[in-house]
């Protein structure tokens, strides 16, 4: 016991329902966290991580209470401890790092102010220790130079910086226990990776045991000893991660790993059929029961234990976890990409498109021009054809949702025009858009949180198109809307509710049903899966390729997600620092990436496989703006030719394999590199 950080013990949290009858969304939960070591908890959106997750620092959510059992904490329960007792623990020996670091930061306060107040809170230190602590912590979270960047605000800093502030801020009162709670949700490929790989050193150096909340498995498999699987807020697997991830017995594990999408596949995940029971409707019988292949009479009837498996040191809640691969366990659909008839016409074309953030001069406002010889994007130059799916991929800063935001009209272009079908140019003002141009082109943002009416229901917000662009209403507006939930994975059940009383990948889903309501020719997809857990992604992305077939829907997709981009796109363009480096089919863009910044975004995807580590072959450096001439990938390419890189702009080079790519290293080089 010695060992033990936390202990807890058949905890329960519910509700009472409005007849007043018990409601358990945290059912019998047993788990114990060790000195050192990084548990992840994994499960789709409403499986109780995030609720077990809190609890451990003594919290439940406004409307919960704990039903039964208990969350020890060096022999106190810290469900019951009174606020003062718990604000000495919290921050100083239980420390959280939230989803969001750009929200949990103050945004008019310093990075240096808001680690001192973490450290005045948790420590005796002195100013002058304070000051000394503040740089150390910045220096351990590996931010270049840490006395400048504490003088920094947060809206200074890029995703990956904030959310090492915010480790750093965790880290101030030398914490025996850190929950993470989705850390990485959110950032590049290649920033998750280091952000993984400074929490793995961090974990060895420190001994500080680690909860790691995530459904993304290709991230838990990089950091976790052991993994706990949850539905329905039940454990129904835990184990060592090597266990779980290779030999997953549970069919519900099994059914999650074959939901994510491969690097090495193109095509579409298979997608678990249903979705988990509403808090309430669980029976007698096993929680998976409606959702499993392999169920038999008894797992309708009976209720199956955490049976412990000795010769993998698992514990499964399964009665036929012997029999998985006897059974031939399958998920619904195919790995198969679907082939689509694509029309030949264009329907957009950007030429030569370039986007600033400079502040107009006065003369400028005038003339109606932006003075900028630098643009944050610069010289875009892509043509999409109806029915395809073209894919913007890159890092934070490449200038991704820049371009989207400006076909949708929200963003002024610099230079360059926008043209929608039979060449006509789109007024890059939205204001100026007719009615038929703004149902056309529907933009899906990355943040369901500052896209949804907080005050309006789930039918209001569908509603809104329907009415605005079809005139729909009474029950036929009723009759599309439940279509359009259950299109999502939502149900008619889900009308009455607020986005507040939604999961992240639920409200990520009303915004997706919102932006098919206005049956739109070009959906704008910013990050739409980045906030869904892997099961309702592979539903998403099979929804999508079903519309793309049917009504020939266009989409223009953007994510940090290169295993997604890989399942869903024909193309693939690349872009760094606002230029594009490389574009062409996706297949020869994945097995033949020719650009050396294609090669750094996918040596750093994530696999969920504990053996398999990310190629981090490019320094995590943030440059602030693209340089004045050369390659813009030069500060950070590890096969810079030298003064020919930093001072001509490199040309456009054509592959056989029909990639396009721009770089000053001939194509054929670059292919003996690969080959070698």
């Known amino acids: 016991m010695e060992n033990i950080i936390q202990s807890i013990k058949n905890l329960s949290i519910g509700f009472k329902s ?165 850390p990485t949700t959110g950032l590049d490929v290649t920033t998750q990776a280091h952000v993984l790989e400074l929490l793995r050193s961090i974990a060895k150096d420190t001994e500080t045991s680690m909860v790691y909340v995530s459904h993304d498995l290709g991230a838990i498999a990089q950091v976790s000893d052991r993994i706990i699987v949850m539905y329905a807020g039940e454990i129904v697997l835990e184990g060592p991660a090597r266990s779980i991830l ?73 009665f036929n976890y012997k029999n998985l691969e006897k059974f031939n366990y399958k998920i619904s659909s195919s790995n198969q990409k679907i082939n689509v008839k694509k029309e030949i016409n264009q329907i957009l074309n950007l030429t030569d498109v370039s986007i600033s953030y400079a502040k107009q001069k006065l003369l400028d406002q005038i ?32 200038g991704k949702s820049t371009i989207l935001k400006s076909i949708a009209g929200l963003l002024r272009t610099k230079d360059g025009k926008i043209k929608f079908k039979n060449d006509r140019e789109l007024s890059s003002n939205l204001k100026n858009r007719d009615s038929n141009d703004l149902r056309a082109i529907q933009l899906i943002f990355q943040n369901p949180d500052e896209s949804l009416n907080p005050n309006h229901t789930v039918e209001q917000i569908l509603s809104q198109p329907l009415k ?41 889903r009303v915004a997706v049903a919102r932006a098919f309501a206005a049956k739109p020719d070009i959906i704008l997809c910013d990050e739409v899966t980045s906030a869904l857990d892997v099961s309702v992604q592979a539903a998403v992305l099979n929804l999508l390729q079903n519309l793309k077939e049917d009504l020939g829907t266009t989409y223009i997709f953007v994510s940090h997600d290169l295993a997604v981009v890989r399942a869903i796109s024909d193309r693939v363009a690349v872009l760094y620092q606002g230029r594009l480096c490389e574009i062409g089919p996706s297949k020869n863009v994945y097995q033949f990436p ?19 580590k990310p190629k981090l072959v490019a320094e995590d450096i943030v440059e602030e703006k693209p340089p004045e001439k050369g ?36 194509l054929k080089d670059l292919k003996k590199q690969q080959l070698s």
């Not at 109606?368 to 890159?394: H, M, Q, R």
């Not at 662009?469 to 359009?484: A, S, T, V």
């Not at 030298?642 to 054509?654: A, L, S």
Request: with cysteine; net charge positive.
């Open 246 to 318: 290779k030999n997953p017995i549970h069919p519900y594990t099994f059914g999650l790993l074959k939901s994510i999408p491969k690097l090495s596949l193109a095509g579409l995940p298979g997608s678990m059929p249903g979705s988990q029971p509403q808090p309430g409707s669980i029976g007698i019988g096993c929680s998976f029961y409606d959702r499993c292949s392999i169920a038999e009479e008894k797992c309708k009837k009976n209720s199956p234990n955490l049976e412990y498996v000795s010769e993998l040191k698992t514990n499964v809640r399964c």
């Open 18 to 182: 409005k007849k007043g009858d018990e409601i358990s969304i945290l059912r019998n939960v047993t788990t114990n966290i060790k000195k050192g070591e990084t548990v992840g908890i994994v499960g789709e959106s409403g499986s109780g991580k995030s609720t077990l997750a809190l609890a451990m620092m003594g919290y439940v959510k406004q409307g919960l209470y704990t039903i039964k059992g208990e969350c020890l904490y060096k022999s106190s329960n810290l469900l019951k401890m009174k606020s003062r007792d718990l604000e000495k623990i919290r921050g100083r020996k239980i420390a959280m790092i939230p989803q969001n670091a750009g929200q949990s930061l103050t945004p008019n306060l310093k990075i240096g102010y808001q680690i001192d107040e973490a450290l005045s809170l948790h420590t005796s230190l002195n100013k002058t220790e304070r000051n000394n602590k503040i740089s150390e912590l910045l220096n351990k979270v590996r931010l270049p130079s840490p006395d400048t960047m504490a003088f920094r605000y947060p809206h200074e800093l890029s995703g990956g910086q904030q959310q090492r502030v915010a480790v750093a801020m965790a880290l101030a009162g030398r914490p025996d226990l850190l929950l993470l709670d989705e």
């Open 594 to 612: 020719s650009h050396p910044y294609t090669e750094v975004l996918l040596g750093a995807v994530l696999e969920p496989d504990p053996d398999i």
């Open 468 to 508: 605005l662009y079809f005139g729909l209403n009474g029950e036929k507006l009723r009759k599309n809307i439940i279509e359009l939930l259950q299109k999502v994975r939502l149900g008619e059940f889900y009308m009455t509710r607020y986005p507040r009383q939604l999961s992240g990948g639920e409200k990520q």
């Open 367 to 398: 003339f109606n021009k932006i003075s900028d010889t630098n643009p944050t994007v610069k010289d875009i130059n892509i043509e999409v054809k109806k029915g395809e799916t073209i894919a913007l991929v890159g890092e934070s800063g490449s």
């Open 631 to 666: 390659c813009s990938f030069q500060g950070r390419c590890p096969k810079i030719l030298g003064d020919q890189c930093k001072n001509e702009t490199p040309p456009w080079q054509i592959g056989d394999n029909g990639n396009a790519i721009r770089c000053h290293i001939p």
